[in-house]
């Protein structure tokens, strides 16, 4: 049988923080199913199990890519009050949901050590790997996510996912040790992306008139986790697919692609877009939490991964969300220059429900996810 992933518990951490980490630790119940491990299925010439085959792709609506890029953003020019940068940030959150950023601050060494690190992780035998195999009721360590039943779809990837941020919630036994910089790599990393994604929000306030610092303090010790995504060459791979289409439950996700194989595409206008990244840049996307507290100014965008036949895929994506006490919410007072205070589009709902909540749902679109449970329906819509 083909290795599952299950490891063993984790230690306790200091009596200062234990209360918050009780709290949050109630939002890992109901973790992935163990399924077989598919880097391991990919060296074999046994054909791809029907369970990863999905016929629809064939039929799914592709842009050629021509005429529709996801906007660009230069960080550097977006506290400039003569460039016109942050409307385009705002033009950006609110119509694509999509953008890549350069000039980002984050300096070329730290992610290309980044990078080193994960691809040595991923080529290391299976045995080594599973040494940080997912707990049971988590998903945090090696394996997949969202499985939440044995007769459900399957992609064609095997993730490793940790808690980065605050320090108190990593469960360092998950933490790869081989290769031996990788903790310190994955330490700097994140700490350099927690500091951009605090910037792009201080825009993100001012362009829907809220004071920063209302935005910024929900985020305060906020929960930054990483997940490191590798995909195996498929020989059926138009037949199969990385990540299921999905928006993310998460407030803004960073993405960095490791190697230069190509495979991110969102859904927009009905149909899907590649996404060409540039060498660099983060590809930064809106989350259901930010476009819950924007009251649906900003959209969460579909978005899914496919596979390439001949070469493996390997990405890094850094999701940043609210503390563990926030609420899940439209913030107060919204109005920005296209649109005036409105009633609130979406239900306010404590982090913690609303983690466990997404939890239990496969990944199957936006509109069969968690952003439509939580949206109020008016009349019309009803």
Known sequence: MPATVRGPSSSK???????????????????????????????RSEGVPVRYIRPELELERVSNGEYDRIPLIDMSKLNDVRDDEAAKLHSACKDWGFFQVINHGVAEEVILKMKADIQEFFSQPLEEKMEYAQLP?????????????????????????????????????????????????????????????????????????????????????GVQTVRMNYYPPCEQASKVIGIAPHSDGSGLTLLNQVNEVQGLQIKKDGKWVP??????????????????????????????????????RLSIAAFHDPNVDAMIEPLPNLHTLDQEKQAPNYKSISHQDFKKLGRKMKLDGKNKGLIQYLKIQTEKEE
């Open 137 to 221: 009721n988590g998903i945090e360590g090696y394996g997949q996510a969202f499985v939440v039943s044995e007769e459900q779809k399957l992609d064609w990837g095997d993730m490793l996912y940790i808690n980065a941020q605050p320090i108190n919630r990593r469960n360092m036994r998950l933490w790869p040790s081989s290769p031996s910089s990788i903790r310190a790599s994955l330490d700097q990393y994140s700490i350099e992306l927690e500091k951009v994604a605090q910037s792009l929000m201080i825009s993100m306030a001012k362009n829907l008139g809220v004071e920063p610092e209302k935005l910024l303090d929900l985020f305060k010790e």
């Open 275 to 312: 996404v060409d990244p540039i060498p660099g840049a983060f590809i930064v996307n809106v989350g259901d939490i930010i476009e819950i507290m924007s009251n649906g100014v900003y959209k969460s965008i579909e978005h899914r991964a496919l596979v390439n036949h001949k070469k493996e």
């Open 13 to 43: 951490e200091k009596s200062g923080r234990r209360r918050r980490r009780s709290v949050f630790s109630g939002m890992e119940v109901g973790g992935s199913l163990p399924v077989p491990n598919v880097q391991q299925l990919a060296s």
